[in-house]
């Protein structure tokens, strides 16, 4: 009987991991604890990983947003504001040659209007309340004709007058209702601001139709496309005359130096 020797266990070992070896194509997996170490580590979170996708994903869409402090210095015609205004909307390689503000389109909740001219377009933004922005522009090559206007004010004080008299009435009305309900002082007290109120937002829409049906400032034609209308206070309409004639002036360079009319 032959005698056990461990050894030849050890060999048996040896060859069945060969074999094993030669039928996965000769490739062996190291269970070294180096290896064992690593794959922990990319297991643990990386601290900055949040950072890197932020830097790779998009930025998410969101509206059009004019500071109020932006549109406050916009009002006094500081340069700086103005460009922050308009450079969300034109390209930083367009040499602005004038840039202003020429009123408010209404008494508390009007539209601010701001105009800008630059080598290649002029642009118009409205800014009105509660995130309302209306912006429109034009190439210079592409107009036609220009026109000022100056409305009467007569059809406004018609308005106006016509609004103080139904407020007038209803007010009249009401004093009277409330004598006859037998109301007392402080009724009439709290009263007043209400009818305040309801006067200004009675005056601030006689001024908005108005200048719905009145225009007041410059238009621009644009061959085959919308025309540029730019509103502007009357008090300022000379600003907008002198931006007029800038139009011109750069309409004429920008053709000479495309060799042709749009």
Same mark, same amino acid.
């Given at each position: 009987? $032959?005698?056990?020797?461990?050894?030849?266990?050890?060999?048996?070992?040896?060859?069945?991991?060969?074999?094993?070896?030669?039928?996965?194509? !000769?490739?062996?997996?190291?269970?070294?604890?180096?290896?064992?170490?690593?794959?922990?580590?990319?297991?643990?979170?990386?601290?900055?990983?949040?950072?890197?996708?932020?830097?790779?994903?998009?930025?998410?869409?969101?509206?059009?947003?004019?500071? !109020?402090?932006?549109?406050?210095?916009?009002?006094?015609?500081?340069?700086?504001?103005?460009?922050?205004?308009?450079?969300?909307?034109?390209?930083?390689?367009?040499?602005?040659?004038?840039?202003?503000? /020429?009123?408010?389109?209404?008494?508390?909740?009007?539209?601010?209007?701001?105009?800008?001219?630059?080598?290649?377009?002029?642009?118009?933004?409205?800014?009105?309340?509660?995130?309302?922005?209306?912006?429109?522009?034009?190439?210079?090559?592409?107009?036609?004709?220009?026109?000022?206007?100056?409305?009467?004010?007569?059809?406004?004080?018609?308005?106006?007058? +016509?609004?103080?008299?139904?407020?007038?009435? !209803?007010?009249?009305?009401?004093?009277?209702?409330?004598?006859?309900?037998?109301?007392?002082?402080?009724?009439?007290?709290?009263?007043? $601001?209400?009818?305040?109120?309801? /006067?200004?937002?009675?005056?601030?829409?006689?001024?908005?139709?108005?200048?719905?049906?009145?225009?007041?400032? @410059?238009?621009?034609?644009?061959?085959?496309? +919308?025309?540029?209308?730019?509103?502007?206070?009357?008090?300022?309409?000379?600003?907008?005359?002198?931006?007029?004639? @800038?139009?011109?002036?750069?309409?004429?360079?920008?053709?000479?130096?495309?060799?042709?009319? !749009?």
């Amino acid at each position: 009987m $032959p005698s056990y020797d461990p050894s030849d266990d050890e060999r048996r070992r040896v060859k069945f991991l060969q074999e094993a070896a030669g039928q996965g194509g !000769g490739r062996t997996t190291s269970t070294r604890p180096q290896d064992m170490s690593s794959g922990l580590q990319t297991s643990l979170p990386d601290p900055y990983r949040r950072e890197r996708e932020r830097e790779v994903r998009p930025s998410r869409p969101s509206a059009i947003r004019i500071a !109020g402090n932006i549109v406050d210095l916009a009002k006094n015609d500081d340069a700086d504001a103005l460009h922050a205004i308009f450079g969300q909307f034109i390209s930083a390689d367009e040499k602005v040659v004038w840039c202003g503000y /020429l009123g408010k389109r209404g008494m508390l909740f009007g539209r601010r209007s701001f105009a800008c001219l630059t080598d290649k377009r002029v642009a118009d933004c409205s800014i009105g309340w509660f995130g309302e922005i209306v912006y429109q522009d034009a190439l210079l090559e592409y107009f036609n004709s220009t026109v000022v206007y100056q409305p009467s004010r007569l059809s406004l004080y018609i308005w106006a007058v +016509i609004a103080l008299g139904v407020f007038a009435g !209803g007010v009249a009305t009401l004093i009277q209702m409330m004598m006859l309900s037998g109301l007392g002082s402080l009724w009439y007290v709290l009263a007043v $601001p209400v009818l305040v109120g309801f /006067l200004f937002l009675m005056l601030e829409i006689v001024v908005r139709l108005y200048y719905m049906f009145s225009k007041c400032g @410059l238009v621009l034609w644009v061959k085959e496309g +919308i025309s540029i209308y730019i509103f502007s206070d009357r008090k300022l309409l000379t600003k907008a005359n002198s931006l007029i004639r @800038l139009v011109r002036i750069q309409r004429d360079q920008r053709i000479a130096a495309l060799g042709h009319i !749009g």
